[in-house]
């Protein structure tokens, strides 16, 4: 398949570019994975979408503040944004400025801090914070919450709260898991009374999510590594659930990335590492019965693992429909369920 097979039209003012006063608030787009029946309602309305034999499965990573400004010694403005945290002192990182900045060269942070670029490799930069605190602590005293690109503002401290979920645990990501930004612990605890069961992966979401596939040919794309993490609890539940004729119901397509990923031997096991799986049209599912998730970019990665697991003309047909009646779009959008 072409790259601009997954091309949409989106009215710009679809683009939602602030969250919703309550995160349960926002819309819910259902859609039959096999009729492709469309039905519009509200997120606070799935828990009627849900059984107790159904598992959910959340990304419980945390977004960091990610975003750093600075300056190089000529006085040149730089923007830095963590891809990822080595060490306490170590970190890969994009750097935007007028000119990439040498091995060897400081760029000064803001009070009165710095980092020393030490290398390049492909596209990030390896850089050494001089402080003594951990690269975490210095990001929260100077880091901006890394708002993605089509949010067209500078962020806020509702931010800080907003683009995070509110089970978020473990820190490393660069972008929030949205679907499950709709959460609130009053329909958590709800979902809890009715008997749902819940469980967790871990997936550091990267920039890369945000991306564009450069290649005419889907196929020819490389996919950008994410670090995850799926625990023996996690597969002791899904397996559960497979036994008491549950559905699996992965909570945004980072989720789905971790399962599928901890699945490439044909069964689900624990694990952890790096992923570059690259789902397309075609792939086999092997664990994800059902899903949750915003609406995406044209022409990304995410929009081809959603027309992966529901059929390419139904997915398109839903994404016309939410265009039609106004739905919100990207992370602080609305949500479509899939089942």
Do not use: W
Not at 138 to 165: C, K
Request: proline fraction near 4%; aromatic fraction near 10%.
């Amino acid at each position: 398949m072409k790259t601009n097979d997954f091309n949409y039209f989106l009215p710009p003012e679809l683009i939602a570019q602030q969250p919703l006063p309550e995160r349960a608030q926002s819309r819910l787009l259902c859609m039959g994975r096999q009729s492709g029946c469309l039905t519009d309602t509200l997120f606070r309305e799935f828990i009627d979408l849900v059984n107790e034999r159904d598992l959910l499965v959340f990304n419980d990573t945390k977004v960091i503040p990610a975003r750093l400004y600075g300056r190089k010694a000529s006085g040149g403005k730089v923007e830095m944004l963590i891809e990822r945290v080595i060490d306490d002192q170590h970190a890969l990182t994009h750097i935007k400025a007028s000119k990439a900045p040498k091995s060897g060269s400081f760029i000064e942070l803001e009070q009165n801090l710095s980092c020393e670029v030490l290398a390049r490799q492909d596209d990030l930069f390896y850089v050494h914070f001089h402080t003594q605190q951990s690269v975490y602590e210095l990001l929260n005293t100077i880091g901006h919450i890394p708002l993605p690109p089509y949010i067209q503002r500078e962020d806020t401290d509702f931010d800080s709260q907003r683009y995070q979920t509110v089970f978020a645990k473990n820190l490393g990501a660069v972008a929030a898991p949205t679907a499950g930004l709709h959460f609130d612990d009053k329909l958590l605890n709800q979902l809890e009374a009715k008997g749902v069961s819940k469980a967790f992966v871990t997936l550091h979401v990267g920039s890369g999510t945000f991306q564009p596939v450069r290649v005419t040919q889907i196929a020819e794309h490389r996919m950008h590594k994410e670090y995850y993490v799926v625990s023996d609890d996690t597969v002791a539940l899904v397996n559960q659930t497979r036994a008491n004729g549950g559905r699996v119901i992965a909570i945004g397509t980072t989720s789905v990335r971790a399962l599928e990923s901890a699945s490439v031997s044909g069964t689900l096991q624990a694990g952890m590492g790096d992923t570059e799986l690259f789902i397309t049209p075609g792939y086999q599912f092997k664990v994800v019965d059902g899903l949750l998730t915003n609406f995406h970019l044209p022409e990304s990665t995410l929009l081809m693992l959603v027309s992966a697991f529901a059929s390419f003309e139904t997915v398109k047909a839903a994404y016309q429909h939410a265009i039609t009646e106004r739905y919100r779009f990207f992370s602080y959008g609305d949500a479509m369920f899939i089942s």
